[in-house]
């Protein structure tokens, strides 16, 4: 078993800035890859980036590069989501999970945590 735990969720200004963190434990010497994801309310869950373990490489959703950047902490197997520039249509919980493969799809992902909540408002 993975156990990941997610941190930094709040209620942000349009424009402003979070940084998300994500720290994995338990069984993880065969996780290739940690990814964000996020759901909206009433919108099926999506994929925003992941990173590898192995060598830090990355891949983002299309939509967000530019805005979103995910990194690794010195830490062993955590991982940050820096989120700038947010917008109202950001407002989500966003999930971190663990997987296998090099994805940012679901079905790549064995482990997840309970999410943390992002409301961007004025």
């Known amino acids: 078993q993975v156990q990941l735990v997610e941190s930094g969720g709040g209620l942000v200004q349009p424009g402003g800035s979070l940084r998300l963190s994500c720290v994995a434990s338990?069984?993880?010497?065969?996780?290739?890859?940690i990814g964000w994801f996020r759901q909206a309310p009433g919108k099926e869950r999506e994929g925003v980036a992941c990173?590898?373990?192995?060598?830090?490489?990355?891949l983002y959703a299309a939509s967000l590069k530019g805005r979103f950047t995910i990194s690794r902490g010195t830490a062993k197997n955590t991982v940050y989501l820096q989120m700038n520039s947010l917008k109202p249509e950001d407002t989500a919980v966003y999930y971190c999970?663990?997987?296998?493969?090099?994805?940012?799809?679901?079905?790549?992902?064995?482990?997840w945590g309970q999410g943390t909540q992002v409301t961007v408002s004025s």
């Open positions: 338990g069984r993880t010497w065969d996780t290739y890859a």
């Open positions: 990173i590898s373990t192995s060598d830090g490489s990355t």
């Open positions: 999970a663990t997987g296998r493969v090099m994805v940012i799809k679901e079905w790549g992902y064995d482990y």
